[in-house]
């Protein structure tokens, strides 16, 4: 009955890095593709992710996982929040995809004080194992403006709870805001979503900061990326940085959960 959940931003692909340094796309995109291999998550969520990197992700995930998710700009233009379904356990009942502003269904919308358009993307699932539906989600917070991640934070709970009904919620992503001190991490306890770095029965590996920004992850740092759960028993939360050969896949570590269903 467990579920195995991941999200990873994979940081965007810029174009004006050079070959040897952290940040270079061709050089981590194969450790990504490792890391995504290596995991065989049930669900994984992405951020910050560009058209020129959805074939590196397709390439590890796209025989046994259904990806949901447009960029923010619409179409393939700017970022995508990618969901990623594994085929043969979900069926897919129903998912869409909303714009973290005051305009929720305008594409490109901008909120509040944010810096860019953010977005969320969710589905409604049957999971085939417990035959139980629930609602999986993946969102990227504003990085500067904190009334767009408190409004946003609060939208995410409104419309997830109108998607779910009694059915459980997985939220995970980039929420650019510390977990257990932040106004946007309060708004959705306050909702219902319990973080799974605090309900977890049990941690494995150390507690680490979830952006190491390509050092060494530090413990007890500051955690940005989260995985919360309503309805659903944590029985496990890890977060790791992924390194093959001294390269990192991304300036974020890796958040992993595993969540357990009960049969309906």
Not at 144 to 161: C, S
Not at 198 to 220: K, L, N, Q, R, S
Request: aromatic fraction near 6%; glycine fraction near 10%.
């Amino acid at each position: 009955m467990s579920l195995s959940i991941l999200t990873q931003n994979i940081r965007y692909h810029s174009t004006e890095t050079r070959p040897g340094e952290p940040d270079h796309w061709a050089e981590r995109a194969p450790v990504l593709a490792s890391l995504l291999r290596e995991a065989d998550a049930d669900v994984v969520g992405t951020q910050e992710v560009l058209a020129s990197q959805i074939p590196v992700l397709d390439e590890a995930l796209g025989a046994t996982h259904l990806r949901l998710g447009i960029g923010r700009e619409g179409g393939g233009r700017g970022e995508h929040n990618l969901l990623f379904l594994r085929r043969d356990r979900f069926e897919l009942l129903d998912w869409d995809q909303f714009w973290l502003s005051e305009q929720p269904a305008l594409i490109g919308s901008l909120g509040w004080d944010g810096h860019c358009p953010r977005i969320a993307v969710w589905a409604r699932v049957r999971d085939r194992a417990s035959d139980a539906e629930l609602v999986i989600a993946v969102t990227h917070l504003d990085h500067a403006g904190p009334v767009a991640r408190e409004k946003g934070a609060e939208l995410l709970a409104e419309r997830l709870r109108e998607a779910a009904g009694d059915a459980p919620i997985v939220l995970m992503g980039d929420f650019n805001a510390a977990g257990g001190d932040s106004a946007p991490w309060s708004v959705l306890r306050d909702a219902g979503l319990g973080d799974a770095h605090e309900t977890a029965a049990e941690h494995v590996g150390e507690d680490i900061g979830t952006f190491p920004d390509y050092g060494e992850p530090e413990v007890g740092a500051v955690r940005i990326d989260w995985i919360l759960a309503q309805g659903l028993e944590v029985e496990q939360y890890a977060a790791r940085l992924h390194r093959l050969e001294g390269r990192a896949a991304s300036d974020h570590a890796t958040v992993t959960a595993r969540l357990r269903l009960g049969r309906r």
